[in-house]
Structures are given as structure tokens and as C-alpha cells.
């Protein structure tokens, strides 16, 4: 693999664990009230492990979103097609800050009916926030400057690490009945 193929990987890996994690954590507490996930229980032990893998994942995206604007910006003229078509789906619904919002709202049990919220996030998350990260990996995908990419990911030894620790705690914090298992994507 060259570098651009493993920091795709990452990449990749990152949102299909997302998908995982969320998927599994509105299964989890979909028909569950959010005041009846009481301090230190197993549920709201896995509940905060998504909710931890979640935060860092999205805000990792918002930001590479906001370093691919910079990058693209600088590179492109105003009059590029290709600049202007990427200002456009990062212009579009779907920003990774919206997904948190959305997880935020889950989280407080804003949504009247029980789990509503969370299937409100995981809503988003499943269309409008995997459809925007698709049309942004279609545009990006033929870029071949491995600077651009290690400039726009961000992906490093470490964060691999982290990303890798914060889901095997969602796993290790599963309860019983309960999967990691992504949507999928018509990959």
C-alpha cells in the first residue's frame, strides 16, 4: 500500500467504526428513556463510549473539512470548476458540527418520545451526513498529492492509535444483545 491507499484506509475504517458505534448505540437505548440510564450501569457505561468514540470521530471530520477547504482554497482558482463543485458539497447539509448537534440533542433526551432523539442522530448520521461524506470522497478521490492528503486527514500514529482504543472500548463496553455492525454504504 502507498501512503495515500493507508491514509484512505484510515480514513475508511474510521467511518465505517463511526456507522458501527452509532448504529449500535441507538439500538441500545432507542426504547429507553434517558433518565432510566442510571449513573455507573453497564448501558450508561457503553452509552458515554459511544458518545466519547462519536464526539472525537465527528470533530476529527469537521475539522479535515475545514483543512480541505484551506487546501483548496489555496491550490484552486476561484474560477476552477473542481473548487467550486467541493465549495458546494461542503457547503451543503451534513457537516459533521450538525452530526454532533444531532448527538448532543440524543444524548440530553430532547426528542419527546423515548429514544427519539437517538433515532433522530442516527437518522442524520445514516443519510445526510454519510451522503455528504460520499460525494466529498468521490471528489477527493483523484487527488493524488500525497501532501494534500496527509495535510487534509491529519492522520498520524497517534490518532490511529486513539481512534483504535476509543473503539475497542465501545466493544469492550457492549452489552449483551447488542452488535457492531455498519450500515451499509453501497460500498
Not at 434517558?34 to 463510549?49: H, I, K, M, W, Y
Not at 471530520?61 to 467550486?84: G, I, M, N, S, Y
Not at 458540527?97 to 448520521?125: I, M, P, T
Not at 483523484?142 to 481512534?163: K, N, Q
Amino acid at each position: 500500500m502507498n501512503e495515500i491507499q493507508l491514509i484512505r484506509h484510515q480514513l475508511a475504517e474510521e467511518r465505517k467504526h463511526a456507522s458501527a458505534v452509532a448504529n449500535a448505540c441507538a439500538t441500545a437505548l432507542a426504547a429507553i428513556a434517558a433518565d432510566a440510564v442510571t449513573s455507573g450501569s453497564p448501558l450508561a457505561e457503553f452509552r458515554q463510549a459511544c458518545v466519547d468514540y462519536l464526539v472525537c470521530v465527528l470533530a476529527w471530520f469537521e475539522e479535515r473539512d475545514q483543512r480541505l477547504a484551506d487546501v483548496l482554497r489555496a491550490r484552486l482558482k476561484p474560477e476552477d470548476l473542481v473548487r467550486h463543485t467541493l465549495e458546494e458539497v461542503l457547503s451543503c447539509r451534513g457537516r459533521s458540527r450538525e452530526a454532533l448537534e444531532k448527538l448532543e440533542a440524543a444524548v440530553a433526551g430532547s426528542g419527546g418520545d423515548r429514544g427519539n432523539g437517538w433515532q433522530d442522530f442516527l437518522q442524520y448520521f445514516n443519510s445526510v451526513w454519510s451522503a455528504r461524506r460520499d460525494a466529498l470522497d468521490a471528489l477527493v478521490a483523484a487527488d493524488s498529492r500525497p501532501a494534500d492528503w496527509r495535510a487534509v486527514a491529519g492522520i498520524d500514529a497517534d490518532s490511529i492509535l486513539e481512534e483504535r482504543q476509543r473503539y475497542a472500548l465501545v466493544r469492550a463496553r457492549m452489552p449483551p444483545g447488542i452488535t457492531l455492525a455498519a450500515v451499509a454504504r453501497g460500498d
